[in-house]
């Protein structure tokens, strides 16, 4: 988060101390609670597999954000192919392994703010140990892909924050 660029809420009208320039989903949209004790299933907070047959993994949509060196960013769940995300695994704490070309994959992430995000045509960048991958959306018209590929400014990071920050408390999105 940056400290300097506190926003004034557009939905609550609050001045917020500071405007935070990126969000993450704990899970894929179709883990469920239940799937939390079964042998099949597993979720850490960098790979999810859901009934020994779905795999996923976590990466970052990134955004520039017009005029300044940030970058704003969504920590999303894609998914791979069992091949893939065998691959991305077993490379997983292996120096060297952003050389590893990009995987394909689904987003599987409905981020709010948009039209649904769900689905869409990823490649997934492995980047060094430690750092997460770096997803790339296909370029297409969808808002969100647009956002990625052209940037965005400090006004629509507000108005994400606004939107976001109030999700939950039945306000526009």
Request: net charge negative.
């Given at each position: ?14 001045q ?35 009934r ?47 050389a ?43 808002p ?30």
């Open positions: 988060m940056t400290s300097d660029l506190g926003f004034i809420c557009s939905c609550c009208g609050a917020h101390p500071e405007l935070p320039m990126n969000y993450t989903a704990e899970a894929p949209a179709v883990w469920e609670p239940a799937f939390a004790d079964a042998d099949d299933c597993l979720l850490s907070t960098d790979q999810c597999v859901v020994g047959q779905y795999y996923f993994v976590k990466g970052l949509i990134e955004i520039p954000v017009i005029g300044s060196d940030e970058v704003f960013s969504w920590g999303v769940w894609v998914s791979l192919s069992r091949e893939n995300f065998s691959r991305a695994s077993d490379l997983w704490d292996r120096p060297g392994r952003e590893e070309k990009p995987y394909f994959g689904w987003l599987t992430t409905d981020l709010p703010v948009y039209p649904t995000t769900l689905n869409l045509k990823t490649h997934v960048h492995t980047r060094p140990v430690g750092e997460r991958p770096f997803v790339e959306l296909e370029p297409t018209d969808h969100l892909a647009v956002e990625q590929h052209t940037g965005i400014g400090l006004e629509r990071v507000r108005e994400i924050a606004s939107a976001v920050l109030h999700a939950g408390d039945g306000k526009q999105q």
